[in-house]
């Protein structure tokens, strides 16, 4: 079976400073990860995902993950936040190469970016 | 091209009442999903359709819960009779390979 663990539910971080969303999971197969972004009533938006090849992976608004395979992590990144990416974000795991599999999701984490 | 489209935004009802939510995927995509997010837990699958067959329903909660997706387009969820546990948002997504275009949900409230 396959989880996905956001390891902090709200990280509050000032404006242009640096920011880590932490997220680990678990599979015993090969895996698709992703990073989607839910701002105030809106859906899902995907920031970034990772199938195969190199392993730090870019996606929009500046964000950046890399994929760790020994340490089964996928850390969302951004260098310097702005108060438009405060919005809640998450992990989300799923299985296969041959696609059609359902995603398994973190339990999300809050970014709170004050001024 | 259009996304994800879902109808109604925001649907609230009363216990006991039946409620029939819709999800239009992405024009050819033939897998569709449904997920939930019920208040402060995480997103939860429901089901996936390839085209108009029922290719995972394992995360269906009771027999409360009937999808279909006549023709293998559009998608029906719905919920008889709803229970105040069955309010949370409703999402659905279409693929074709590996990534999920998600629509932007419908929000279920029961009271």
């Known amino acids: 079976a396959q989880s996905v663990t956001q390891l902090d539910s709200q990280v509050p971080v000032f404006e242009e400073a640096p920011v880590e969303l932490r997220c680990n999971y678990s599979s015993s197969v090969s895996v698709y990860l992703f990073w989607y972004v839910q701002y105030p009533n809106q859906g899902l938006q995907l920031l970034l995902k990772?199938?195969?090849?190199?392993?730090l992976v870019k996606g929009i608004n500046g964000f950046e993950a890399e994929f760790n395979k020994s340490q089964t992590s996928f850390h969302l990144r951004k260098p310097s936040v702005h108060i438009s990416d405060t919005a809640e974000y998450f992990c989300?795991?799923?299985?296969?190469?041959?696609?059609?599999?359902?995603?398994?999701f973190g339990a999300g984490t809050r970014l709170f970016v004050k001024a | 091209e259009a996304g994800v489209t879902q109808f109604p935004s925001h649907s609230v009802i009363e216990k006991g009442q039946t409620v029939t939510l819709r999800c239009d995927p992405i024009s050819g995509h033939d897998n569709l999903y449904w997920y939930r997010r019920v208040m402060g837990k995480e997103i939860k699958f429901l089901l996936h359709f390839v085209k108009e067959s029922k290719q995972d329903e394992s995360g269906m909660p009771n027999n409360r819960f009937l999808a279909e997706r006549t023709g293998g387009t559009y998608s029906t969820l719905k919920v008889q009779p709803a229970e105040l546990e069955d309010s949370g948002v409703y999402f659905c997504?279409?693929?074709?390979?590996?990534?999920?275009?998600f629509g932007p949900g419908t929000r279920l409230t029961v009271t």
């Open positions: 989300a795991v799923s299985g296969g190469r041959t696609g059609g599999f359902k995603t398994i």
């Open positions: 990772y199938l195969s090849g190199s392993t």
């Open positions: 997504a279409s693929s074709q390979k590996s990534e999920q275009y």
